[in-house]
């Protein structure tokens, strides 16, 4: 038979248990995020129904869609994982709990202009790029700590450590070790910024080795993600 949601969010549960057991730490700092992208709003409703706290979205559009599709849904949080485009910062920060990728200070600074009168300050990680490709998103690491001050001088974000993709022609594992680096300068800066969100499907164990505390996961929990027509 094959496998259900159910079935295999729990598998996933507990490879992220066996892994964190053997790298010495407790799953319970291990916050997985669920990948929705490119599956229906629905999706997201049959995993809250199996206790899913936090789920990813890397388009606006979808995440906006999703999010008005499920008013009634409570208990769930939004993180944006995707790349950002300043003129959609309102879209952004009205849908998200969470912002994983700001890359860069004009970024920063719309986010923070979007927010409305009273709104609560939102969480942001700065996507550091692992690749040597500029293109690939993320702030090159000699940026890093310029971003982190500038981000951190924003008064209705909270800085709250760092994100990063894994390069796919390399060994995932070094780039994670490596990202654990790039956290640490972040903390010289904004001392209680200790999030890192590392790791997707395919190098999840390798990311919870080097101390990732956030995982977005997608295929594997979700099965294969449907063909964008
Ligand atoms: C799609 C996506 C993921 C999840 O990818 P899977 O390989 O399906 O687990 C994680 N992070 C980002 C930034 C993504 O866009």
């Known amino acids: ?5 159910r079935d295999r969010l729990a598998d996933v549960d ?25 599956h229906p709003a629905s999706l997201v409703r049959e995993l809250a129904a199996l206790g899913v706290t936090d789920v990813g979205e890397n388009r606006q559009q979808e995440l906006s869609a999703k999010r008005a599709e499920l008013t009634d849904l409570a208990g769930v949080r939004w993180h944006y994982i995707g790349q950002a ?23 920063a600074d719309a986010l923070d202009r979007a927010a409305d009168e009273g709104a609560p300050v939102l969480d942001v990680l700065l996507q550091v790029n692992l690749t040597d490709e500029p293109g690939r998103g993320g702030v090159a690491p000699t940026d890093l700590e310029a971003l982190a001050e500038h981000a951190a001088g924003c008064r209705t974000l909270r800085v709250r450590g760092v994100m990063g993709v894994a390069p796919l022609d390399e060994d995932p594992a070094p780039a994670f070790w490596r ?14 910024a200790d999030w890192i ?13 080097a101390g990732a505390t956030h995982l977005r996961i997608g295929s594997a929990i979700t099965g294969p993600r449907p063909v964008r027509g």
């Open 14 to 38: 507990a490879r992220i248990a066996d892994v964190a057991t053997a790298a010495g730490r407790d799953a319970a700092d291990i916050t997985r995020i669920v990948v929705t992208k490119f």
């Open 85 to 107: 485009q300043t003129n959609k910062a309102r879209q952004i920060r009205q849908a998200a709990s969470v912002v994983h990728s700001v890359d860069r200070e004009r970024l």
């Open 197 to 209: 969100s590392a790791g997707m499907t395919g190098d999840f164990p390798a990311a919870i080795a």
């Open 179 to 192: 990202l654990r680096e790039y956290a640490e300068r972040v903390r010289g800066i904004v001392p209680d």
């Open 1 to 5: 038979m094959a496998a259900t949601l």
